[in-house]
């Protein structure tokens, strides 16, 4: 937790008024994952989970700052508390000693995208080339299916490659896939259907909150967003 100070030069002249005015700050780290977190989108537009985040720290009055890393950079910051905490973050008994978990933010579907015509069900049992991010800890569903997998670099090209048949399936999850498929409409006949799907939050490094005070105050904003239809708004906006 940072302070940010703001002075009051008045003050030394108006007795009663406070010499400084301390208000507190964040700072989380983001990793790169339209459309939840995109620190340079074409659009401006800066993700859902963002869009969520400032709005519920702005609610409770604090100051909300983020910086963007790879992920496994980003999670050894907020582990040390270099950072205050993840924009968004999975759960794992293993994370549970590092962060202190908020309540839901959202969920993420994991499944296939498939041409318009085929069976999905077909795709994964019959040897097919199947394309999935290089990486992704999802890439080990593969393994216990009858399929080829082909590693990418790039949701966006896998997508394409899918679009003019070089691969007969991507594996991926929902709201990327679903969200690049918007943006790029020369990308056609291509449907999704979803295997299994996980809820994640956003994570407070226990090096930096020693208690659930913050997260407690944070879990009460964010129940106001849900509640007063702010939290579907900003999830509507890229849908």
């Known amino acids: ?74 999670l050894q910051l907020a582990q040390n508390g270099s950072v205050d905490g993840l924009c968004s973050c999975s759960y794992t008994k293993e994370r549970e000693q590092y962060f202190h978990y908020t309540e839901k933010m959202g969920d993420v579907g994991i499944g296939l995208f498939y041409k318009t015509g085929k069976s999905p069900d077909n795709i994964l049992d019959n ?50 896939g679903l969200y690049l498929l918007r943006k790029n409409p020369l990308i056609k006949d291509i449907k999704y259907k979803e295997y299994h ?16 005070s913050l997260v407690n105050k944070f879990n009460k904003g964010l129940k106001k967003l849900k509640e007063n239809g702010e939290y579907d708004k900003i999830l509507n906006e890229y849908r």
């Open 197 to 212: 799907s996980s809820d994640y939050f956003s994570c407070f490094s226990k090096e930096t909150f020693n208690d659930r």
């Open 1 to 74: 937790m940072r302070k940010f100070i703001y002075s009051l030069l008045i003050s030394a002249f108006i007795p009663g008024v406070l010499a400084a005015d301390e208000k507190e700050a964040v700072l989380f780290a983001c990793n790169e994952f339209p459309p939840q977190k995109m620190e340079n989108s074409a659009d401006g537009k800066k993700g859902i989970d963002v869009d969520i985040l400032e709005a519920v720290f702005q609610d409770i009055n604090i100051d909300f700052e983020i910086r963007y890393y790879p992920w496994k950079r980003a």
């Open 127 to 176: 040897g097919n080339r199947i394309g999935v991010i290089r990486g992704y800890a999802l890439s080990r569903d593969l393994v216990k299916k009858n399929v080829e997998k082909v590693d990418f670099n790039d949701d966006l090209l896998a997508l394409r490659i899918l679009n003019v048949n070089r691969i007969e399936g991507f594996y991926s999850y929902r709201d990327t």
